[in-house]
């Protein structure tokens, strides 16, 4: 028999909540709420309602491992649902507010949701459904006009179900292996599929998120996850942001460039984080109407490449720290982070991969690659929160190698350092007179240039080549020149990587999570609208 082990502390979500409410009690998190207000409160009086909604929910018939929804912006209801749908042994599967009605429909039949908590301004979008949903009891409806009827079946209020409810309860997630939350993927290849996480797997993804190679908040930073919270659990940041606690800033669905710029100069926002999309539009909208965004150390972009002279602009004009970090829903939600040296070159790759994540690169015939900066093969991972199947899809070769790895589809090239660039995913290889074309390179290279707002590279069928690439652009100021574009790619280009042509557009289509939905490019191209 061993002798002086430590006793066993199961890795479960309360211990967050716990912590925040004994050593950062005063510290607050700070919502703007839909009619342009602010509401702010204290981690503590956060603890009390998240203890609060485990007697709401056992009040609404929510039983260990039930799936409970969630259809709302990120605001401080939504952090209280990520704590104590866990804390009350539940787990929570947060909607993606930007998915069409038969997709919606999908999803919730899929999870078999027993509840949905949803947004009184997001109404619209789930009303049409609710009648046909097949496994919802109970609708609860927040942030919504009292005076006003809720047209859903067996609805109630939130704040009334809160009002009602006793701050004493006892939490009902003690096993870390139970499962914590459920995320669905984008669906950008087809239906979404299902990704659930335990509450180990988050909490050693907690870990990950707070370690000084990732993002590494702390208890000093003011951190605006502007990453909707139905984007593969805002990245882990409510869950590290509650650990150590840092002050939260929720934008709620004020995420346009000028609220933004406004929240980020009046906060003194040191960390936030977004898809490049919505960094794109907050630089142009600063270059026009300055903010002062000093206070921003660390402007961390995810989901998709932030072009190189995205990262330069940012950097030489208003002097942001960019950081690149990588992740999937299928990875839980960050896996690399980068913060190197300044050179815009390197910080212009997806990063590096953080202690808990391991990695190969692997050949079409299923050889693993070598890591030398330029043998490009598709990205394969494993590690303590990468997922290993999907959610009710237990035989999928397609997606996990036969010795378990979780295989991404992105296209990658490593370096003997260990960081890594995103070629393309594979799906979105331009293969051209038999050689390759990464429409990644060429959007982030037409995106650098002076007069191109936006870029989409696809590729489309040729006779002699048997695919080229057709770039869809969103000028900045209405035309581009394509002479002058061919002229610039060929600075960095062979010249067999040219696009055949470009159509310019107003706005690059986009996808629930904010990338650029490619596959709505290539219908619009299939129906002769390119």
Same mark, same amino acid.
């Given at each position: 028999?061993?002798?002086?082990?430590?006793?066993?502390?199961?890795?479960?979500?309360?211990?967050?909540?716990?912590?925040?409410?004994?050593?950062?009690?005063? @510290?607050?998190? @700070?919502?703007?709420?839909?009619?342009?207000?602010?509401?702010?409160?204290?981690?503590?009086?956060?603890?009390?309602?998240?203890?609060?909604?485990?007697?709401?929910?056992?009040?609404?018939?929510?039983?260990?491992?039930?799936?409970?929804?969630?259809?709302?912006?990120?605001?401080?209801?939504?952090?209280? $649902?990520?704590?104590?749908?866990?804390?009350?042994?539940?787990?929570?599967?947060?909607?993606?507010?930007?998915?069409?009605?038969?997709?919606?429909?999908?999803?919730?039949?899929?999870?078999?949701?027993?509840?949905?908590?949803?947004?009184?301004?997001?109404?619209?979008?789930?009303?049409?459904?609710?009648?046909?949903?097949?496994?919802?009891?109970?609708?609860?409806? $927040?942030?919504?006009?009292? %005076?006003?009827?809720?047209?859903?079946?067996?609805?109630?209020?939130?704040?009334?179900?809160?009002?009602?409810? !006793?701050?004493?309860?006892?939490?009902?997630?003690?096993?870390?292996?139970?499962?914590?939350?459920?995320?669905?993927? %984008?669906?950008?290849?087809?239906?979404?599929?299902?990704?659930?996480?335990?509450?180990?797997?988050?909490?050693?993804?907690? $870990?990950?998120?707070?370690?000084?190679?990732?993002?590494?908040?702390?208890?000093?930073?003011?951190v605006l996850p502007v990453v909707p919270q139905f984007h593969a659990m805002a990245w882990g940041l409510p869950y590290a942001c509650a650990w150590v606690g840092s002050t939260i800033i929720m934008p709620g669905p004020h995420l346009?460039?000028?609220?933004?710029?406004?929240?980020?100069?009046?906060?003194?926002?040191?960390?936030?984080?977004?898809?490049?999309?919505?960094?794109?539009?907050?630089?142009?909208?600063?270059?026009?109407?300055?903010?002062?965004?000093? %206070?921003?150390?660390?402007?961390?972009?995810?989901?998709?490449?932030?072009?190189?002279?995205?990262?330069?602009?940012?950097?030489?004009?208003?002097?942001?720290?960019?950081?690149?970090?990588?992740?999937?829903?299928?990875?839980?939600?960050?896996?690399?982070?980068?913060?190197?040296?300044?050179?815009?070159?390197?910080?212009?790759?997806?990063?590096? $991969?953080?202690p808990g994540v391991d990695a190969r690169i692997v050949g079409e015939d299923g050889q693993e690659l070598p890591w030398d900066g330029e043998t490009m093969g598709e990205l394969q991972v494993r590690g303590y929160w990468v997922a290993?199947?999907?959610?009710?899809?237990?035989?999928?070769?397609?997606?996990?190698?036969?010795?378990?790895?979780?295989?991404?589809?992105?296209?990658?090239?490593?370096?003997?350092?260990?960081?890594?660039?995103?070629?393309?995913?594979?799906?979105?290889?331009?293969?051209?007179?038999?050689?390759?074309?990464?429409?990644?390179?060429?959007?982030?290279?037409?995106? !650098?240039?002076?007069?191109?707002?936006?870029?989409?590279?696809?590729?489309?069928?040729?006779?002699?080549?048997?695919?080229?690439?057709?770039?869809?652009?969103?000028?900045?100021?209405?035309?581009?020149?394509?002479?002058?574009?061919?002229?610039?790619?060929?600075?960095?280009?062979?010249?067999?990587?040219?696009?055949?042509?470009?159509?310019?557009?107003?706005?690059?289509? @986009?996808?629930?999570?904010?990338?650029?939905?490619?596959?709505?490019?290539?219908?619009?191209?299939?129906?002769?609208?390119?």
């Amino acid at each position: 028999m061993l002798h002086g082990l430590m006793m066993d502390y199961p890795l479960t979500l309360n211990t967050i909540v716990e912590h925040a409410k004994r050593m950062t009690p005063l @510290k607050t998190i @700070k919502t703007k709420l839909p009619d342009g207000s602010w509401h702010e409160y204290s981690y503590a009086d956060f603890y009390r309602r998240v203890k609060r909604l485990g007697n709401v929910l056992e009040s609404l018939g929510v039983e260990c491992g039930d799936r409970v929804a969630t259809f709302a912006w990120n605001n401080y209801q939504h952090l209280e $649902f990520y704590f104590g749908i866990p804390g009350a042994g539940a787990v929570i599967h947060t909607l993606n507010i930007r998915l069409s009605q038969e997709q919606l429909k999908f999803i919730i039949d899929h999870a078999e949701d027993k509840v949905i908590f949803v947004e009184g301004s997001l109404l619209p979008l789930l009303q049409p459904i609710a009648a046909q949903l097949e496994s919802v009891e109970r609708f609860v409806v $927040f942030n919504h006009d009292a %005076s006003q009827h809720i047209d859903l079946p067996n609805a109630s209020r939130y704040e009334e179900l809160m009002a009602a409810a !006793s701050d004493d309860y006892d939490w009902r997630c003690s096993d870390e292996n139970m499962a914590l939350g459920l995320c669905y993927t %984008s669906g950008t290849t087809g239906m979404p599929k299902g990704v659930l996480y335990s509450h180990r797997s988050m909490m050693l993804h907690t $870990f990950g998120v707070l370690q000084a190679a990732a993002l590494g908040p702390t208890e000093a930073d003011v951190v605006l996850p502007v990453v909707p919270q139905f984007h593969a659990m805002a990245w882990g940041l409510p869950y590290a942001c509650a650990w150590v606690g840092s002050t939260i800033i929720m934008p709620g669905p004020h995420l346009q460039p000028e609220p933004l710029a406004q929240m980020i100069e009046s906060e003194r926002v040191t960390i936030a984080a977004g898809v490049p999309t919505i960094w794109n539009g907050l630089y142009h909208q600063l270059r026009q109407h300055p903010h002062d965004i000093s %206070s921003i150390t660390q402007l961390v972009v995810g989901g998709s490449a932030m072009p190189r002279g995205l990262i330069e602009a940012y950097e030489r004009d208003l002097d942001v720290n960019v950081v690149h970090a990588w992740g999937m829903t299928e990875l839980s939600p960050m896996h690399g982070a980068l913060d190197a040296d300044g050179r815009w070159d390197i910080k212009a790759k997806q990063g590096y $991969f953080v202690p808990g994540v391991d990695a190969r690169i692997v050949g079409e015939d299923g050889q693993e690659l070598p890591w030398d900066g330029e043998t490009m093969g598709e990205l394969q991972v494993r590690g303590y929160w990468v997922a290993g199947q999907y959610f009710k899809l237990e035989d999928d070769p397609d997606h996990f190698s036969a010795d378990g790895w979780f295989r991404t589809g992105d296209v990658v090239t490593i370096d003997a350092n260990g960081y890594m660039t995103i070629t393309d995913r594979s799906k979105d290889l331009v293969k051209s007179g038999g050689e390759w074309i990464s429409s990644v390179d060429l959007e982030n290279m037409l995106m !650098s240039h002076p007069d191109v707002r936006e870029a989409a590279v696809i590729a489309i069928p040729d006779e002699t080549w048997g695919e080229r690439p057709l770039a869809v652009l969103a000028p900045l100021d209405g035309v581009c020149d394509e002479a002058a574009l061919n002229d610039w790619l060929m600075e960095h280009f062979p010249k067999f990587w040219l696009p055949e042509r470009y159509v310019s557009v107003a706005d690059i289509p @986009k996808t629930g999570v904010g990338k650029m939905d490619k596959k709505v490019l290539r219908q619009w191209y299939a129906d002769g609208e390119l």
